[in-house]
């Protein structure tokens, strides 16, 4: 089992709607979660790290469930400009590596 | 600011040459990182130093030499590169290496002919 899952997608989607992506960890251990954003051919940036009390960024929320062990993405409203790779990464505590998934591809279309 | 930057952004290089990636970022960041990502792959760590000191090298073939001269630049020393090196290098800090969150530089695109 891979150590941080995401489904690949692509998600095509249309301009205003409702997207969420779900991520699952199989380390109980994990301590820190993150969301990155990817467009192509640039480097990762990232979006927003990942709380247990769920946080949210304008139109964007994640969400971390750690008795199942996933983490989510929930953007509203979405916009062209949202069209990218979103990564899902997770760091173990006292580890300096940070685990990426292999990432969403989400496409929004006009 | 939280600005990393890489020096070259493109690079083409023989097998036979020998070239160096630089990074640098002045966040006063104690832990600096390389990953290599290869197209519609994410990316995959080379080695960290924390402190100024490598704390991780995840098995990465010796004609990659990394060096951190000081807590700001980070380099990464190439020789005798395979063609099948060629991919995007980023570089990365953090304010500490544990569970911290990590700003990428721009990357290097490095193509090995």
């Known amino acids: 089992r891979k150590e941080v899952e995401q489904d690949p997608g692509p998600f095509n989607v249309p301009e205003g709607a409702t997207v969420a992506f779900n991520c699952t960890y199989s380390n109980s251990a994990s301590q820190s979660f993150f969301w990155y954003r990817q467009d192509c051919r640039k480097e990762p940036k990232l979006l927003m790290s990942v709380y247990s009390s769920g946080n949210e960024d304008g139109r964007f929320t994640a969400q971390l469930n750690r008795a199942s062990q996933y983490i989510s993405l929930l953007i509203r409203d979405s916009k062209l400009s949202d069209s990218a790779t979103y990564l899902c990464?997770?760091?173990?505590?006292?580890?300096?590596?940070?685990?990426f998934g292999t990432g969403t591809r989400l496409t929004i279309i006009p | 600011d939280t600005e990393v930057t890489q020096t070259p952004k493109h690079l083409v290089m023989g097998m036979t040459n020998k070239k160096s990636l630089k990074c640098e970022q002045h966040m006063g960041h104690r832990a600096m990182y390389w990953y290599k990502q290869k197209a519609k792959k994410p990316p995959e760590l080379m080695f960290v130093?924390?402190?100024?000191?490598?704390?991780i090298n995840e098995s990465v073939p010796s004609r990659f030499s990394p060096e951190c001269p000081n807590s700001s630049l980070l380099n990464l020393h190439l020789h005798a590169l395979q063609p099948e090196d060629s991919a995007l290098y980023l570089c990365a800090s953090s304010r500490s290496g544990q569970g911290a969150m990590q700003y990428f530089g721009p990357g290097t695109r490095l193509t090995v002919t």
């Open positions: 130093y924390s402190y100024e000191k490598l704390s």
């Open positions: 990464v997770v760091n173990i505590l006292g580890n300096e590596k940070l685990t």
